[in-house]
Every structure is written in structure tokens, then in C-alpha cells.
């Protein structure tokens, strides 16, 4: 115990008093970076980058839009079959949508959180959201696409502009109570656009993001 607490005594004055802090952040973070690395060497773009440890972060190739876009399947690292993966779309804010892959499983877990979370904002299952992000609606309508099961009303991101806005507002009027469930992006995108043209903005139980 007290090599523990020496230790823990050590990093946390190195912290307070700003010594060896790229020393302390390189021990803290090693095994989380080595686990992180290890799984990257599997897919193709990063395999042949050559990076191996901290010191070979400075050459990472860094992700765009257009190098996720276009290379998408070399990011796979192979280790998820393809039925257990889905293809999820970016909030589109900026005019076009970006395709990545998510690992199905992933997303479970990952709803399970966030109904957590929302929890705290006084979200409980079975409480409608309008969904506001990065849906490619079928048929690529602007939607509202109904999901009774989920309890979403969806929207797409990617037609909201000045002259759709009022079908928008529309729909949201028709769920009035609901919560908004948007990306950030994507809700004050949505809320400059009402501002810009003196629309009311709609009346939501909370927002979800």
C-alpha cells in the first residue's frame, strides 16, 4: 500500500506542479495506446504506416472526409464479420453526408449508455424523439419517417435548408412534448435557420445529443 500511495503521491505532483508531464501522460496512456496500435496494425491503411509506439504518432496519417469516404474498407480491422456490421452516416451538416462502418454490437452497448444518460434529463422508455441526425431515409426523402416501435419520428439532416424548414417545424409541431435527438451540428443548424427567418422555434421536452 505504501508504494501505491507513493506512486499515486508522484503523478499527482508532477500534475499540480507541471513537471514530467509528457512523461506521466506517456505512462498513463501506454497500455491504452499499445491496445489501440495492436488493433489499428490489422487494417490495411494503418498496417502500412508503420506505427508501432508513441514516439510514431507524429506520422499518422490523418483522416479527411474524402480518405474515410474513399477508403472505408481498408479502416476495417477484419476482426468483425460483415453481417455484424452497419454502415452509419455522419449528421451531414456540412452538405454531405459521411458513410463509416460501426460494429453492430458496439451499438448496443452504446444505446444502453446513452438511455442512461438520458436518463438524467428525465428521458424514460417509450417517450417519443424526433431524430435529427444522419438518417439516409429511404426513398431519400426528407422524411418524417415513423418508427412506432422505437418511438421515433425521423428527419432528414440533409434536406434541412431555408426552404424546407417549415415542413420541419410542421412535423415537430406535431409532436410537441417529444425530445429532440439531434448531433450538435445538426441542432443548431437547424436552430440558426429558424432564427435567420424569425420562425418559432419548437417546443421539446429536452434535447438529446
Known sequence: MGRAYRSRRTVRIDLLTGCHQRQVAARSWAPYLATVLSEAARAPWYRDAGVTGWSDLSSLPILDRTTVAEHSDELLTGTVPSPLRRKLSTGGSTGAPVLV?????????????????????????????????????????????????????????????????????????????????AYPSSAIRFAEICEQH????PRFTGVLL
Open 198 to 201: 424569425d420562425l418559432p422555434l
Open 101 to 181: 462502418w460501426l460494429d453492430r454490437a458496439i451499438s448496443l452497448s452504446e444505446w444502453r449508455f446513452m438511455l442512461r444518460q438520458w436518463s438524467t434529463l428525465g428521458y424514460r422508455r417509450g417517450d417519443w424523439r424526433v431524430v435529427l441526425r444522419g438518417r439516409l431515409l429511404s426513398g431519400g426523402s426528407i422524411g418524417p419517417q415513423v418508427d412506432r416501435f422505437r418511438r421515433e419520428v425521423r428527419l432528414s439532416t440533409f434536406h434541412l435548408s431555408a426552404e424546407t424548414v417549415e415542413r420541419y417545424l410542421q412535423v415537430m409541431d406535431d409532436y410537441e412534448g417529444a425530445f429532440l435527438h
